[in-house]
């Protein structure tokens, strides 16, 4: 069974800065795309940013210059170094992999439980 684990959310001032972690675990035969993504009460989820096994990142022009994303193939883990956080930035934020399972011949789309982040005074 596969898992994505989130962590490092928590309440922040503006223009401070958090560092966001999602680790895959369980039988994992290879990890193709991961990413973020956030929900804002009332909103709907947007993509934050995604990077790929190989090649270039994407990020949603909200976050461009601020956040960073990167990947640790070697530990299946995605980090969001988020930078000069705004109110705006507030959401619960969810890590997502299109892997494929060891018991499957299959790439699908997976996702983390999601982690709170909070930029206020």
């Known amino acids: 069974q596969v898992q994505l684990v989130e962590s490092g959310g928590g309440l922040v001032q503006p223009g401070g800065s958090l560092r966001l972690s999602c680790a895959a675990s369980?039988?994992?035969?290879?990890?193709?795309?991961m990413g973020w993504y956030r929900q804002a009460p009332g909103k709907q989820r947007e993509l934050v940013a995604t990077?790929?096994?190989?090649?270039?990142?994407n990020y949603a022009d909200s976050v461009k210059g601020r956040f960073t994303i990167s990947r640790d193939n070697a530990k299946n883990t995605v980090y969001l170094q988020m930078n000069s956080l705004k109110p705006e930035d507030t959401a619960v934020y969810y890590c997502?992999?299109?892997?494929?399972?060891?018991?499957?011949?299959?790439?699908?789309?997976?996702w983390g439980q999601g982690t709170q982040v909070t930029v206020s005074s």
């Open positions: 369980g039988t994992i035969f290879s990890i193709n795309a």
């Open positions: 997502q992999a299109d892997l494929r399972s060891s018991s499957s011949a299959y790439v699908r789309r997976y």
């Open positions: 990077i790929p096994s190989g090649g270039t990142t």
